[in-house]
Every structure is written in structure tokens, then in C-alpha cells.
């Protein structure tokens, strides 16, 4: 485990300009807000131990989610990922992406439940599917969330639905 931690590890570059614009890079604009603080708290987490991560995506929209679907990047029709909407977040390192083992994930994983356990978020983490997507962490039971009345508003924001009257 130590060592698995020290592999991916890298304290120059948490130091660096390019770690600082990886922290802007995602949309999250009107984003979930325990999405957007959960993406936070695991960055600033994996920081302290100087392991360099970013969210490299909250939302992704519909166009872009049809293009990853054609692309087979993601197995999820437009409308059927809670990128979407707001209620995903992808967290990869800053240097190797997605380029980690099963172990590396591993930490970030128990790291990123435990935190969600201190704060009572529910949160699924894609590292425990099947289709092993690792970096992806969204809302548990998003789908049902969207019938709530918050949720429209806040979709309404980016135009994806009109405001509750
Ligand atoms: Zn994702």
C-alpha cells in the first residue's frame, strides 16, 4: 500500500503550473453540488499526500455524449450518463490520466469512500463495476434524483430543461 502510494506520488508537479490549470479544466457550472465539493475533497485529499489528480470531467454533453458512444468510450447513450446532468465526476492523475494499475486505483478508491462516508454522500465509484471505469464517481440512484424538484431547476441552468413553474 505504501508503496503503491509513493508510485503515484509526485510533489514537483502538485507544486507546478500545470497541476494549477488541471484544477479549472472541468465544467461544473450548475453542476450537482456534492458532485463538485466530493470532486474537491478528493483532489485536496490525494494533494496532501502529494499525489497529483484533477476532475477531468463533471459535465459532458449531449453531443459530446453521442460522440463518445460512437467512439465506444462510453457505453452510454446521450441521456443515459449522469455526466449529463451534472452528477458524475471523473478524477484521473495528473500525469498518467487513467494510466494507473488496479492497485494505484485501488488507494484513490478507499480514499474517495472513506470521504464520502465522513460527509454522508452516497456515492457509486465506477472502480467496483464490471465495465471497470475507475475514475468515475457519480450519485447514487442520479436517475431518480432528476424527478426532484431542485434538480429541474438546477438542469434549467443549462438549458436542459425549462424552469418549474
Ligand atoms: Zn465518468
Known amino acids: 500500500m505504501r508503496n503503491s502510494l509513493a508510485s503515484i506520488a509526485d510533489r514537483k508537479f502538485c507544486e507546478g503550473v500545470k497541476y494549477s490549470d488541471q484544477q479549472l479544466r472541468a465544467d461544473r457550472r450548475a453542476a450537482h453540488p456534492d458532485i463538485v465539493g466530493f470532486g474537491r475533497l478528493l483532489v485536496w485529499r490525494?494533494?496532501?499526500?502529494?499525489?497529483?489528480?484533477?476532475?477531468?470531467?463533471?459535465?459532458?454533453?449531449?453531443?459530446?455524449?453521442?460522440?463518445?458512444?460512437?467512439?465506444?468510450?462510453?457505453?452510454?447513450?446521450?441521456?443515459?450518463?449522469?455526466h449529463n446532468f451534472g452528477m458524475a465526476v471523473d478524477v484521473i492523475h495528473g500525469v498518467r490520466g487513467w494510466d494507473l494499475s488496479r492497485a494505484q486505483w485501488s488507494i484513490i478508491g478507499h480514499v474517495g469512500k472513506e470521504l464520502a462516508a465522513q460527509r454522508g454522500l452516497r456515492l457509486t465509484w465506477g472502480g467496483d463495476w464490471k465495465f471497470y471505469d475507475p475514475a468515475h464517481w457519480e450519485l447514487h440512484g442520479w436517475r431518480h434524483r432528476l424527478e426532484a424538484t431542485a434538480e429541474k431547476e438546477r438542469l434549467a441552468l443549462r438549458g436542459l430543461l425549462l424552469p418549474p413553474t
Open 46 to 82: 490525494m494533494r496532501r499526500l502529494n499525489v497529483p489528480m484533477f476532475e477531468s470531467t463533471v459535465w459532458r454533453t449531449m453531443d459530446d455524449q453521442q460522440a463518445a458512444y460512437v467512439l465506444g468510450h462510453s457505453k452510454a447513450k446521450p441521456g443515459e450518463s449522469p
